[in-house]
């Protein structure tokens, strides 16, 4: 008993203290955020004078208003066509075995290991080449190259996990594939479907790189991208600089707050089934 209880003890201090170090620069750059604007704050206190207003001043500068109207452009331009391609695509190669499935599933695996930075120099010269360079569109359609490797296997580890005898009942009453798909499997699939809609959703919302390279116009970037127009003058203002990565990274938060059960289900359900 006195071993499980040190057990128990150590396994909750380890907890606290990850909670504490994951939680403390947050902290800190909310209460530098809050200090007068050009001075330069020093460890994690609280200001005797906070400046609540650098949070306006903040939203002001980075035209944030724009920026969050691109975001949601954005995310509703990239989620939806991943969500239909990933699920089609986890169908085929989990569910129905397609020929050459292991082959399609390998090099699915494979684009998991590729890094956004090794690859944003080819996507640049790309992008200008087919002319969609600073625009919207250079963003849209690499996140949607991107996310498919995850979004692909993510989906695929639901559909190979389904019993066969929901597939072989329904072909027996007489259901083609694509009634198999649609009527059968994809309402089955809400629960995973709603999860990587919601991680895709939060990482092409704070998806910084590519907007910041790929795209000129801060007006059309993503919210992360809003960082670039803190540049020249205001990149030495700390405090407005942590007033607008607050203001940046608050939507994701509430986000996370909101569907935590669905998030936290989905991280669980990946773990089991990948």
């Known amino acids: 008993m006195r071993v499980a ?8 201090a380890l907890l606290v ?35 609540w207003g650098n949070f306006l001043e903040a939203f002001k500068v980075a035209n944030m208003s724009a920026l969050l109207f691109s975001s949601v452009l954005i995310v509703l331009a990239v989620v939806p066509v991943s969500l239909v391609i990933s699920t089609m695509a986890g169908f085929a190669i989990g569910l129905l075995r397609i020929p050459g499935s292991r082959v399609l599933l390998l090099l699915f695996i494979f684009g ?70 649609w009527r059968i499997h994809v309402p089955l699939a809400r629960p995973p479907i709603a999860s990587l809609a919601i991680l895709m959703s939060v990482w092409a919302w704070n998806q910084f790189l590519l907007a910041l390279v790929l795209v000129e116009d801060p007006t059309q970037r993503t919210m992360a991208g809003a960082l670039g127009a803190f540049q020249g003058h205001y990149a030495t203002d700390i405090p407005l600089l942590c007033a607008g990565t607050i203001l940046i990274l608050l939507p994701t938060l509430v986000v996370f707050i909101l569907f935590q059960r669905q998030v936290i289900s989905a991280l669980l359900q990946g773990s089991v089934k990948g």
């Not at 690859?119 to 360079?133: D, S, V, W």
């Not at 979004?151 to 083609?176: C, L, T, Y």
């Open 112 to 181: 998991l290991t590729l890094p956004f930075e090794g690859i944003i120099t080819p996507l640049y010269f790309l992008a200008r080449q087919i002319g969609i360079l600073n625009t919207r569109l250079a963003i849209v359609l690499p996140l949607i190259g991107l996310f498919m490797p995850f979004a692909v296997f993510w989906m695929r580890a639901h559909f190979v996990n389904m019993p066969k005898e929901i597939s072989e009942a329904a072909r027996v009453d007489g259901a083609s594939t694509w009634d198999l798909f």
């Open 5 to 12: 209880r040190r057990e128990a003890y150590a396994g909750w």
């Open 17 to 51: 203290a990850l909670m504490a170090v994951t939680i403390l620069p947050f902290v800190s750059i909310f209460t530098t955020a809050l200090y007068p604007s050009g001075s330069a704050p020093v460890g994690l206190s609280w200001p005797a004078d906070p400046q």
